[in-house]
T-cell receptor, first 116, second 112 residues
Framework: EPEVTQTPSHQVTQMGQEVILRCVPISNHLYFYWYRQILGQKVEFLVSFYNNEISEKSEIFDDQFSVERPDGSNFTLKIRSTKLEDSAMYFC??????????????FGNGTRLTVT | GENVEQHPSTLSVQEGDSAVIKCTYSDSASNYFPWYKQELGKGPQLIIDIRSNVGEKKDQRIAVTLNKTAKHFSLHITETQPEDSAVYFCAAPSQAGTALIFGKGTTLSVSS
């Protein structure tokens, strides 16, 4: 079964540094998402992306965050200047269509980001 | 925007017992309610969902019920097994409908 692949599985970075998290969505999917999960807490929506544009973003997704689809397969999340509170598990997801009722979200296994 | 509340945060049951997890939502226009299971070290996986035009849906040992008037929906797992142990999340569509908003999760532990 096709999977969403995320790399790396664990990233350690120093406060203030830029970090890029990478995802390869399922190949025929057109809609892409980033979520984060602070340890032991709920899965929080960050951003949805379609046709090279942000469709929707949460208030967490401020100017420090950006997303990009640099080529036909990768979908990236960049954090420009990391803060300690950015430490979390970041999940990428993809779906065939925009409506989750007909196109369920498929999640990757996540990248654990640790900011020291 | 949508707000999803989930209870309980932890639930411990004996193998063979039933488990019930409850969620409430705030946006009366929401019309789709999925449940995800997250095993250790993995991303959430969809296990069942329900649309607002039905009140109940069942898939083997798992069922979901929806009360639109009260704006709450529940996950029911019968004859629980140790492999049901995981974190379960309910969700509802975001305001724009292009993403899902998750509850805080319920850690289910099934002991044999």
């Amino acid at each position: 079964e096709p999977e969403v692949t995320q790399t790396p599985s664990h990233q350690v970075t120093q406060m203030g540094q830029e970090v890029i998290l990478r995802c390869v969505p399922i190949s025929n999917h057109l809609y892409f998402y980033w979520y984060r999960q602070i340890l032991g807490q709920k899965v929080e929506f960050l951003v949805s992306f379609y046709n090279n544009e942000i469709s929707e973003k949460s208030e967490i997704f401020d100017d420090q965050f950006s997303v990009e689809r640099p080529d036909g397969s990768n979908f990236t999340l960049k954090i420009r200047s990391t803060k300690l509170e950015d430490s979390a598990m970041y999940f990428c997801a993809s779906s065939e269509g925009w409506d989750p009722r007909s196109s369920p979200l498929h999640f990757g296994n996540g990248t654990r980001l640790t900011v020291t | 925007g949508e707000n999803v509340e989930q209870h309980p945060s932890t639930l411990s049951v004996q193998e063979g017992d039933s488990a019930v997890i409850k969620c409430t939502y705030s946006d009366s226009a929401s019309n789709y309610f999925p449940w995800y299971k997250q095993e250790l070290g993995k991303g959430p996986q969809l296990i069942i969902d329900i649309r607002s035009n039905v009140g109940e849906k069942k898939d083997q040992r798992i069922a979901v019920t929806l009360n639109k008037t009260a704006k709450h929906f529940s996950l029911h797992i019968t004859e629980t097994q140790p492999e049901d142990s995981a974190v379960y999340f309910c969700a509802a569509p975001s305001q724009a409908g292009t993403a899902l908003i998750f509850g805080k999760g319920t850690t289910l532990s099934v002991s044999s």
